[in-house]
Nanobody, 121 residues
């Protein structure tokens, strides 16, 4: 069993900063990919930032230059540093990972429980 637990959301004023954390635990063999998504009211879930194959990163155009994804492989943890926050960043943020467990030899997709980020104008 694998679980993703995220934290760090909250209410901030425009221009402020937050750092989100996501920790994977359980019977993990490997984590092949990890990233962050968000879903605003009335909208579909969208990619925010992700580590892709080879260790490269990919960001949504709307957060480029303001958000930074990082990771600590030894702790099975990754982060999203959000600076210069805007009201349009308001959403529920979800961490995501593609993980192989010790009891299966294929990659499965996992999601965190979501954390609310609200940016006031």
């Amino acid at each position: 069993q694998v679980q993703l637990v995220e934290s760090g959301g909250g209410l901030v004023q425009a221009g402020g900063s937050l750092r989100l954390s996501c920790a994977a635990s359980g019977s993990i063999f490997s984590i092949n990919a990890m990233g962050w998504y968000r879903q605003a009211p009335g909208k579909q879930r969208e990619l925010v930032a992700v580590f892709i194959s080879g260790g490269s990163t990919n960001y949504a155009d709307s957060v480029q230059g303001r958000f930074t994804i990082s990771r600590d492989n030894d702790k099975n943890t990754w982060y999203l540093q959000m600076n210069s926050l805007k009201p349009e960043d308001t959403a529920v943020y979800y961490c995501n990972a593609h993980i192989k467990g010790t009891s299966y030899d294929y990659t499965r997709n996992y999601w965190g429980q979501g954390t609310q980020v609200t940016v006031s104008s």
